[in-house]
């Protein structure tokens, strides 16, 4: 969906006078934006490859990251520390490491590199990245969130499945002679660094493990639409629909024409969240054909349960975090407005018998002040409670000079 934010219609209903409403309309702007940009990247089925490739390899990379999906797409929108921390993590695992990944932003250049090298291998197109261009840093802040996404599919393809390039092994053999003076550093180096992604699969293959758990497989089909499944508690889980078709292509050579067929998938991700998991089920049970029935059955008896589960935890975290920052903001309130244990003057202590004695005078003082404050309250208080039990009558002792002198007077 191709959406002009230049458009006024998007900020039309909220009022634009005063300071409140212009951050709140920068606000539901912000927001709209969000909401389009996760939408293009939910419809790509590299955000997909990626989910499932961190969900795979998650004992080779880590799995002290916990990054949700929902996080790594809001970083590919706006990168911040937790997509950094992602592209930091895969690129200590690709050989050689680089020393940029040292600074704050230096993984954005080490990525470029590492990525330049081998993008004939794994994406189609030119590279949205070139170290050749200038300030890379710059330029990757200003990509749009598909083309960081390619980047990201592109260096998980590298994390999984090489060791060096042949540019890459010259120039660690270059740093390392040169730097150590010594060749057998450099093949310690070089047979140091081997594929951990490749030896993960071999040694589970060899332990009996499923085919499926390194190769997803559909949970059905209709004809050429296919439905997918996957996730896990720390990504979440998702739920895919790809349909598939044909388009031809007209390719000239010479004074003839010939026409190809080329196949275009199209990539949509149906339910994110249990709400949405169940709204697909009930319409695909709905459904009057049989395979569409089939697989909602399916996605009733074994997925609805596991996403259940996961929104129930899910939710449990959320509330009990609520309730942290809730006391936390309490806490930081009460600590805002000058509320302490005690407000008495504190003085410096001196152990000696004359401050010891005037201390107990003083003490003395106040609670003969505090008993003679009392004394007079209570004598204001006797003459009313006297008057009330005489019927509101005045005594006759209080009359003098023929004239009625009220006794609080």
């Not at 999906?69 to 592209?87: D, V």
């Amino acid at each position: 969906m191709d959406v002009d934010r230049g458009k006024t219609t998007l900020g039309a209903t909220v009022p634009v006078e005063g300071k409140e409403s212009r951050n709140e309309s920068v606000l539901i702007l912000e927001d709209l934006s969000t909401e389009l940009e996760v939408a293009k990247l939910r419809s790509r089925w590299e955000l997909a490859s990626v989910l499932n490739f961190l969900i795979v390899f998650e004992p080779v990379i880590g799995s002290d990251l916990k990054l949700t999906a929902e996080e790594i797409e809001l970083g590919l929108i706006k990168p911040n520390a937790s997509i950094a921390a992602l592209h930091i993590r895969l690129l200590q695992g690709a050989p050689p490491l680089s020393k940029l990944l040292n600074d704050p932003d230096g993984w954005m250049t080490a990525l470029c590199k590492k990525v330049t090298i081998w993008w004939r291998w794994f994406a189609e197109g030119e590279i949205p990245l070139n170290a050749r261009n200038g300030d890379v840093i710059s330029k990757y802040k200003e990509l749009d969130p598909t083309s960081r996404l390619l980047l990201l599919k592109a260096l998980c393809e590298i994390r999984a499945d090489v060791v060096y390039h042949p540019f890459e092994f010259l120039v660690v053999f270059v740093e390392l002679v040169i730097v150590s003076l010594s060749v057998i550093m450099f093949i310690h180096e070089l047979f140091g660094m081997q594929s951990d992604a490749l030896s993960y699969i071999n040694e589970a293959m060899k332990s009996n493990k499923e085919i499926s758990c390194f190769r997803k497989e559909k949970i059905g089909a209709n004809g050429n639409v296919s439905y997918w499944y996957d996730g896990n508690t720390v990504l979440g889980y998702r739920l895919y629909r790809e349909v598939k078709g044909i388009e031809p292509q007209s390719k000239a050579k010479g004074k003839a024409c010939l026409t190809l067929e080329t196949v275009c998938s199209h990539w949509e991700t149906l339910a994110v969240d249990f709400k949405e998991f169940r709204e697909v089920v009930d319409t695909l049970l709905a459904s009057k054909t049989a395979a569409e029935v089939a697989i909602g059955k399916i996605i009733n008896d074994d997925v609805i349960p596991v996403v259940g589960k996961f929104q129930k935890r899910k939710e449990r975290t959320l509330n009990q975090k609520k309730r942290e920052e809730m006391l936390l903001s309490g806490l930081r309130s009460s600590s805002s407005t000058g509320i302490t244990h005690t407000c008495r003057n504190r003085r410096p202590v001196n152990y000696t018998f004359d401050e010891y004695d005037r201390a107990i005078d003083e003490a003395i003082e106040v609670t003969k002040r505090r008993k003679t404050n009392e004394e007079q309250s209570q004598g204001q208080k006797l003459p009313s409670q006297t008057l009330a039990s005489n019927g509101g009558s005045v005594p006759k002792d209080t009359v003098q000079m023929g004239k009625q002198t009220p006794i609080w007077f």
